[in-house]
């Protein structure tokens, strides 16, 4: 097992001294090597999930194992988020090298693998491009690659694609299934897209609205490789309606809470 939450709960204190309890009792388990969607409403405690599994956050109660407990030694960690996290005073090439000069990587080698996976998400040519110069889609795909250049055994992604434009996030979607299916990455993705989810997963976990607790945890035995055509198929519209009726009573219930 990769990661593994057992009784996690999480409550912050609020502004007026009170309590919010953002997540209640949740039971997760990443096997090593899989890719698991997260879907739930807005507010439910998502972020706040990864970010514990991530080691970014503690629990209030329960455990977290795995490479990303905090405390726990040995495993690599990579996180995207989707204001991308780069170093606006980096060029390219040295936002995807930066994590490689951490790890204490010589020049050359981070050079050479820096470039190889700017070349790999399709930003060959823009390595001295700086990150303010690129569009939205090209910054998510130099994200993917500082991400994977590292060689982390879990990747952390919260809504990695959220802030491009519906065409761009396709194609960033088929870009990530097809490094995902050639690098098999343990990876867990929070996303608002079931399509996404579905595309992507090996599992989609869908949460229920605040607290947030496990609601419903669906095997996707779509075949790889997958591509966008997968989403025309019957297999695919048969998960997309099991996780909507098992979504919208929890998008609605949010909506009473806020
Ligand atoms: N540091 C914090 N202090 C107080 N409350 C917080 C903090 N972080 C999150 N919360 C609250 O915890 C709940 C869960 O937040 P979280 O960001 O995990 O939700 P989410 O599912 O990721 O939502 P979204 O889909 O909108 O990103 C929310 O009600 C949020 O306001
Ligand atoms: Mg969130």
Not at 103 to 108: A, C, I, N, S, T
Not at 135 to 143: A, P, Y
Request: one cysteine or more; charged letters at 25%.
């Amino acid at each position: 097992m990769e990661l593994a939450a057992a009784g996690v709960s999480k409550a912050f204190v609020t502004k007026g001294g009170g309590h919010l309890v953002a997540l209640a009792g949740i039971d997760l388990e990443v096997r090593s090597g899989t890719f698991v969607s997260l879907l739930g409403p807005s507010g439910c405690g998502k972020s706040t999930l990864l970010r514990i599994l991530g080691g970014l956050e503690q629990a209030s109660t329960g455990t977290v194992a795995g490479t990303g407990a905090t405390g726990a030694t040995g495993g690599r960690r990579a996180f995207v988020f989707q204001d991308y996290s780069l170093f606006p005073w980096l060029n390219v090439l040295d936002n995807v090298a930066f994590g490689l000069r951490m790890d204490g990587v010589g020049r050359q080698e981070r050079t050479d693998r820096a470039r190889a996976w700017l070349a790999r998400v399709g930003l060959a040519g823009f390595e001295s491009a700086y990150p303010e110069q690129l569009s939205g889609g090209m910054r998510q795909r130099l994200s993917l690659a500082r991400a994977f250049v590292t060689e982390p055994d879990v990747l952390f992604m919260d809504e990695p694609m959220g802030a491009v434009d519906p065409q761009t996030r396709l194609l960033l979607q088929e870009d990530l299934i097809r490094i995902w299916e050639e690098t098999r990455k343990t990876v867990l993705l929070v996303t608002h897209s079931i399509e996404e989810a579905i595309l992507l997963g090996d599992r989609v976990v869908v949460m229920t609205a605040r607290p947030g607790r496990v609601k419903l945890d669906l095997p996707v035995e779509l075949d790889r490789p997958r591509t966008l055509a997968t989403s025309a198929t019957p297999a695919f519209s048969e998960l997309r309606s099991l996780l909507w009726d098992a979504l919208r009573d929890e998008v609605e219930r949010s909506m009473d809470l806020s």
